[in-house]
């Protein structure tokens, strides 16, 4: 139910993400990288996306959007090169 990032150098878990009630079965990083930090997508059983802001993170993760598709399953996840666009299939 959670994601974890992880910095390479160290070996360290850095951030972890939580806030969703199923596997979380996709993660994508924005490929926008600033000094502010990072943006990453994820994607759950549960059937929700959520988009986690890594500048400004919180206990738990600071997600700054949702997006619940209980109509149907989604088979695949997309995150577009900005970061301010998700797509679902």
Do not use: P
Not at 10 to 26: A, F, I, K, N, Y
Not at 62 to 79: C, G, I, K, M, P
């Amino acid at each position: 139910h959670t994601c974890r990032v992880w910095d390479t150098s160290t070996g360290q878990c850095m951030h972890v993400l939580s806030g969703h009630t199923g596997s979380v079965e996709w993660c994508q990083f924005s490929s926008v990288f600033d000094q502010s930090g990072a943006i990453l997508a994820t994607h759950s059983a549960d059937h929700t996306c959520r988009i986690f802001d890594l500048s400004n993170l919180k206990e738990g993760g600071n997600h700054v959007f949702d997006s619940v598709y209980r109509e149907y399953e989604a088979n695949s996840v997309s995150l577009s090169q900005c970061g301010t666009l998700i797509a679902t299939l």
